[in-house]
């Protein structure tokens, strides 16, 4: 006869236990990372909006990476960092604006680089030069990435208007 060891299911059960109140510990340190990466990405846009607002493009400029490309309809992209503050500077010289930004969805993704963010927009431009006001409104996308010092900078920016 072959003796065999008894074992019982507690050890079993007490690793299940532990691993499961881990797994559960991570999905919070998740949720609390992406809740403050949303808060992160919400006060980059209200600097962002307060540059566009003021027209300080070197406030702009220090909120975007050197590869940001912007794509709106009818227009080729502005690719890279200084064909963007170019192209604010001269908007800036003959516009006020005000512009918002109604977030709708933001997304981080799973390796915390980056996030997107779609939502709408208003915009209310002011010749500096007199002349009736514009406005429009439409949809915008934008891509951020995490800079090795943490910040969000935005990448990547497209929207259309819509009326």
């Given at each position: 006869m072959i003796p065999m060891k008894r074992t019982t299911l507690l050890p079993l059960a007490f690793i299940s236990l532990v691993a499961?109140?881990?797994?559960?510990?991570?999905?919070?340190?998740?949720?609390r990372s992406t809740a403050a990466d949303e808060a992160a990405i919400m006060a980059f846009n209200k600097l962002y909006l307060g540059a566009i607002n003021n027209g300080d493009s070197a406030t702009l400029a220090?909120?975007?990476?050197?590869?940001?490309?912007?794509?709106?309809?009818?227009?080729?992209?502005?690719?890279?960092?200084?064909?963007?503050?170019?192209?604010?500077?001269?908007?800036?010289?003959?516009?006020?604006?005000?512009?918002?930004?109604?977030?709708l969805e933001t997304v981080i993704s799973s390796s915390g680089d980056l996030a997107y963010q779609r939502g709408t927009f208003t915009?209310?431009?002011?010749?500096?030069?007199?002349?009736?006001?514009?406005?429009?409104?439409?949809?915008?996308?934008?891509?951020?990435r995490r800079q090795p010092n943490g910040e969000w900078r935005m990448t990547r920016d497209t929207f259309n208007t819509a009326r």
């Open positions: 499961g109140v881990s797994l559960v510990g991570c999905a919070a340190t998740a949720a220090s909120l975007t990476t050197e590869d940001h490309m912007m794509i709106s309809s009818g227009r080729a992209p502005l690719a890279g960092k200084k064909a963007n503050i170019e192209a604010m500077e001269r908007a800036f010289q003959n516009t006020s604006f005000v512009e918002t930004w109604t977030p915009v209310d431009a002011t010749p500096k030069a007199g002349g009736a006001p514009t406005h429009s409104a439409g949809n915008f996308m934008r891509i951020y």
